[in-house]
């Protein structure tokens, strides 16, 4: 059986039953109630003042329990008539030294209809008033509850459940003034109007608040109720425990004048945490998102509704953080302050002052906020307009130094389910500085989501990489530190993007003016920089509209359209990428690649200042951001056009210039090249030096030269006028070297005419050839290769130049062409303005293989000839030829030589109308006969011969003159004259020889052999004419003629007939060869005279030899 239900039934077993006997007389009752009245005064009396001396207590009796369960049980039912008991365990009696009565009342249960416990009190000590019991009332004057446990519950609408013990609730309180009203009520009671105060010691409270899902435990609380005439009041104080941890402690103070609903509340808070104070006062809910301690004091009025009139408040917040759910990265702070009213009819909250104070952040704010759902117990948003002021950001180690702002405005609205901070604006000034910004910031379930953008009007350079943070790419911002050294920053925009499990998106751009930027520490900084930056993610930006770089020479060089950027500024060390677009001179141009790490014009041996003209430019570089750097450490790649070039000091003493030449440079090499002109000496080519410790002061040049007599003038090179002409193009490459170097060029001389008349060579212009010079350049520059292969001709040779420059000698050892030519040629320079000095130092000449009009013209200067043998015919040659030539208007000149080694001749060269005409002169004319092969038993005489060109290579015709010569021993004019049976004459021939006064002889001779149209030989003693061909190829005769004899007397004829033939004559005729000659006479010939001689003889042949037969076997 239940306890509270036993001891009811024990208090009723108590009760006194009705009296049942007839009443005694009255006077007999009197008698008895008397003396039992003093029988009571005398034991209370007694036993009181028992108590009061010994102080023991005394244990109530089981029926005075009871009695007493009565008796508290009517004053229930008449107070609140909702059929609840008391049940009471057990009572003790004391009697304090102060003589007034306690009584402890012990296991003390309010007990529902039902029958249910819904409180139970350990201990409730009573204070019996004095002045009552004087008048035979017990009337308690002061409650104490000793341990008591209150389940105190509050609903999802607001509501409160009161649990005084371990049992399901009872009636609900709606408000604070309800439980006022209904403890005022309580007071009101008979038999509690002179109770002032309850209290209760050693409580613990439990708070189930099903609206924030929490339950709270208060330990060791203590309350007191009072009870004065006009007030009621109920203080609380309690430590708070959530979860079983100790946290912090609170007093609470109910005042509420009685009659009336109206009430005041005040709370003083300990290091409560800021969830338990935002659970239980819905406008502090937003102090729900802070795991921080609270201290401070909020007091407020409740109007007869019970609702908050007025509130205010001061809290001061420890240190904590801002984490609205377990998944966000907590915010910390050091501490916080703020003090508050609120309004609650128009849901509002006027922030007096506040104050945030962290390791990162001070500032200090004041504003009004409107609470949306306040009246409703529920908020649901806040809306804020907040100033701001002294708001100093200095997050440890994060900038360099703090971020200050004076003043400043912030709306923003906070909805707590789920969290969510909208900022629609934040303006922040600091002198001329103007911030504005918005955002949101979203506590995800797995984190925070937070959108952030600000502007900026402007601000100093140094300031907004103050606001670089320290820790985010620090070698990015040590660069920027350093290498940025002034400017102003204006419509600076910023952004920050942060979502859950991602990285941070940063954001910022802004335009820039009057800014120095260094892109690399050795080089010249960019002046007065103008254009605009940005930050997307991780890549940095900056776009240069307008500036320029200084070089040490050349003057400013334009960098407008430059990009500076750091793909991923996060990378340790981060690297940087560098487009540098640049407009100057290209003396600027030069002296800037010609800066540290660089040095391509001092690696190449050349000065800055080498040219002038036009330089673009784009270069691109990537290079670590570090402190020291290298060109090791820079990939680059440099790409230009260099316009109206124009250098005197490329090459000594000519003028270089060049519309476009193109620039490019990368970590192998720097090259420039195009096409241009060197003086008159057009050119298309590349100059590159490589970079490496194996190519210092090493480099090189491609292309092509255009090959001209401009470029031969150019160069100081004579030749014969008329011995280049048109124009071609040669394949030009150099090696260059520190005061030297080599070159080449080869060439297939299209479009080329050579006509080098003293020697007779030339080349047509369609003519292809191979054409090659390599030399040495230096002081002087050397040729050591020359040579040429066009057709049937080739020269091979070497220049030496002068050191002034001009030719000096070019020697030539071969000089060929076809089998006809075989010479060496030695040129020798006589200084500007005067002609070469040209000579044929040895070699060949087959006068049979000259093609046809090469017998020179044109201006040409005097030719020296050395010849080691000239070939005139097949068995003719001329040896050690000597002589002296010039070729203006015709080859002209004196020459001397030996006929095959043997004879000596004197000889002249003079321009004819088809070639060169030759005379020949010698005074041994039978040595020279006998030399050439035609008649080696002449003696003496002289002679005079000359040949005229016809035109065809080698073919001449001829006129020879000799006198006083004689013929001894010449087997065929022996066999003519045995023939004849002349035998004096005979006899002459084979001792002293016959003599002749004169010959003659007309001929043409050409490769193929001699066609003597006429020719006679006259003396005292015979005359003889003869005309035929020899021919060369088999040395064929094939003669004809009249011998005369007696012939100082038979030449009275001759005026009828032929030189050399007399009146009288025989015909003979020569067959054979000339080694086995056969003679055939007709001696009838004798009887006819000359003028009649020509019916036997043959037609005289052509100026051309005979072909010989071809041989039948």
């Known amino acids: 059986m239940p306890q509270g239900q036993r001891r009811a039934e024990i208090s009723t077993q108590a009760s006194p039953q009705p009296d049942l006997q007839p009443r005694p007389p009255r006077h007999r009752r009197l008698r008895w109630l008397l003396r039992i009245a003093v029988l009571v005064v005398v034991i209370v009396i007694g036993g009181f003042a028992l108590l009061g001396l010994t102080g023991k207590p005394l244990r109530l009796p089981v029926w ?65 008033d004095p002045e009552g019991l004087m008048q035979g009332q017990v009337k308690p004057s002061l409650l104490r509850v000793i341990g008591a446990q209150v389940a105190l519950r509050r609903r999802e609408d607001g509501l409160f459940d009161l649990v005084l ?139 007869v509704t019970g609702r908050f009139e007025t509130m205010e408040g001061t809290l001061n917040i420890g240190a904590g953080a801002l984490q609205p759910t377990a998944e966000t990265k907590p915010v910390p702070f ?66 360099q130094e703090p971020v200050r702002f004076s003043e400043g405005d912030l709306d923003m609205r906070l909805t707590l389910q789920p969290f969510k901070v909208e900022i629609g604006q934040i303006s922040l000034r600091e002198d001329k500085t103007r911030l504005l910004g918005k955002g949101v910031a979203d506590a995800k379930p797995s984190g925070w989501d937070l959108a952030l953008d600000v502007k900026l009007n402007e601000i100093r350079h140094d300031r907004l990489l103050a606001l670089w943070p320290m820790q985010l790419a620090p070698k990015t911002r040590t660069w920027l530190v350093n290498n940025v050294q002034r400017g102003l920053l204006f419509n600076v925009e ?222 100081s090179v004579t030749l014969p006028k008329g011995a280049v002409t048109g124009q071609g193009t040669g394949q030009l490459h150099m090696n260059l070297v520190k005061g030297g170097g080599t070159f080449q060029v080869n060439s297939d001389l299209t479009g080329i005419a050579l006509r080098f008349s003293p020697i007779g060579l030339s080349k047509q212009p369609n003519a292809r050839a191979a054409f090659e010079i390599a030399g040495k350049m230096g002081s002087p520059a050397s040729i050591d290769r020359l040579a040429l292969q066009s057709g049937d001709v080739s020269i091979e040779g070497s220049v030496t130049l002068r050191p002034e420059g001009g030719l000096q000698l070019a020697r030539f050892p071969s000089v060929k062409s076809g089998k006809w030519l075989d010479i060496s040629v030695d040129m020798t320079g006589n200084g500007p303005g005067k002609d070469l000095g040209i000579a044929i130092t040895g070699g060949r000449l087959d006068l049979r293989g000259i093609p ?125 004259l045995n023939a004849i049976s002349v035998v004096g004459l005979l006899d002459q021939l084979n001792q002293s020889g016959l003599a002749f006064n004169s010959a003659e002889a ?33 040395s064929v005769l094939n003669m004809e003629g009249v011998i005369s004899p007696i012939y100082m007397l038979n030449s009275i004829g001759s005026i009828l007939t032929r030189p050399g033939e007399g009146l009288f004559g025989f015909n003979y005729s020569l067959s054979g060869t000339a080694s086995d000659p056969r003679v055939s006479v007709n001696p009838l010939s004798i009887l006819t005279p000359g003028m009649f001689r020509e019916i036997f003889r043959a037609q005289p042949p052509s100026r051309a030899p005979a072909k010989p037969r071809e041989s039948t076997r």
């Open 64 to 128: 005075v329990i009871a009695e007493a369960e009565a008796r508290i049980n009517r004053m229930i039912d008449s107070a609140i008539q909702d059929g609840a008991s008391v049940a009471l365990g057990g009572a003790v009696l004391l009697v304090g030294r102060d003589w007034v009565p306690h009584l402890e009342l012990q296991d003390v249960r309010l007990i529902n209809p039902e029958g249910k416990s819904v409180v139970v009190l350990p201990e409730v000590q009573v204070v019996i």
């Open 165 to 303: 013990g371990a049992d399901v609730a009872g009636p609900a309180p709606g408000n604070l003034a309800e439980v006022l009203n209904r403890i005022e009520s309580t007071f009101d009671l008979p038999a509690l109007q002179s109770l002032t105060r309850i209290e209760a010691q050693a409580l613990t409270l439990t708070l189930d608040d099903r609206r924030a899902g929490r339950v709270w435990e208060v330990g060791d609380g203590q309350v007191t109720i009072g009870n004065s005439p006009n007030e009621v009041s109920m203080s609380l104080g309690f430590g708070v425990t959530a979860g079983g941890t100790s946290l912090a402690r609170a007093d609470v103070v109910f005042v509420g004048q009685k009659h009336s609903s109206a009430a005041r509340i005040s709370a003083t808070v300990t290091e409560v945490a800021a969830q338990d104070i935002a659970a239980q006062a819905p406008v502090l809910a937003w102090l729900g998102v802070l795991d921080a301690p609270i201290s401070g004091r909020i007091s407020a009025a409740l109007d």
């Open 334 to 399: 050091a501490r916080a302050g703020l003090a508050f009213s609120v309004d609650p009819k128009i849901e509002t909250i006027t922030l007096k002052d506040a104050s945030i104070e962290s390791k990162s952040l001070r500032v200090k704010l004041s504003g009004r906020t409107n609470v949306a759902g306040l009246n409703s117990g529920i908020p649901t948003s806040f809306t804020s307009q907040i100033q701001i002021r002294d708001l100093l950001v200095d997050p440890e180690g994060l900038f």
């Open 494 to 715: 910023g952004g920050l993007r942060l979502r859950p499990k991602q990285d941070p998106l940063l954001s910022l751009s802004y335009e820039f003016a009057g800014g120095d930027v260094r892109f690399i520490s050795t080089m010249p900084p960019i002046k007065r920089g103008y254009g605009y930056s940005t930050i997307i993610g991780q890549t940095y930006t900056i776009f240069l509209d307008r500036g320029h770089v200084t070089p040490p020479q050349g003057g400013e060089v334009d960098v407008a359209g430059s990009v500076f950027q750091v793909a991923d500024i996060t990378q340790k060390p981060a690297r940087a990428e560098i487009t540098l677009l640049t407009q100057s001179g290209i003396t600027a141009a030069l002296s800037l690649l010609d800066e540290p790490p660089f040095r391509f014009l001092t690696k190449a041996g050349f000065p800055v200042s080498l040219a002038e003209g036009r330089a673009v430019m784009v270069a691109k570089l990537a290079l670590p951001l570090q402190a020291r750097v290298t060109l090791d450490d820079v990939v680059f790649s440099v790409t230009g056009v260099l316009s109206q070039v124009m250098s005197d000091s490329l090459v000594k003493g000519r003028i270089l210039r060049a519309d476009k030449l193109a620039l490019k440079a990368d970590n192998t090499g720097l090259q420039i090249g195009g096409p241009g002109t060197l003086g008159q000496a057009a050119f298309d080519a590349t100059w590159r030096q490589d970079f490496g410790p194996t190519e210092r002061g090493k480099s090189r040049v491609d292309g092509t030269v255009d090959l001209s007599q401009s470029t031969l003038d150019e160069f």
């Open 852 to 976: 046809g009009g090469s017998s020179g013209g044109g201006d040409s200067p005097p030719l020296q000839v050395a010849l080691d043998r000239v070939q005139v015919t097949e068995g003719i040659s001329l040896t050690g030829l000597r002589g002296r030539f010039t070729t203006t208007g015709g080859v002209q000149g004196d020459f001397t030589a030996a006929v095959n080694g043997a004879a000596a001749i004197n000889g002249a060269l003079a321009p004819d109308q088809k070639g060169t005409a030759i005379r020949i002169t010698s005074g041994d004319a039978g040595a020279v006969i006998a030399a050439s092969g035609i008649f080696s038993k002449a003696r003496g005489g002289s002679l005079d011969m000359t040949l005229h060109p016809l035109g065809p290579s080698g073919v001449y015709d001829g006129r020879a003159t000799l006198s006083n010569i004689s013929v001894r021993g010449a087997p065929i004019l022996a066999e003519l």
């Open 1002 to 1034: 007309q001929f043409r001779t050409s490769p193929q052999g001699v066609a003597v149209s006429r020719s006679s030989a006259v003396g005292a003693s015979l005359g003889v004419s003869m005309s035929g061909t020899y021919t060369s190829a088999g």
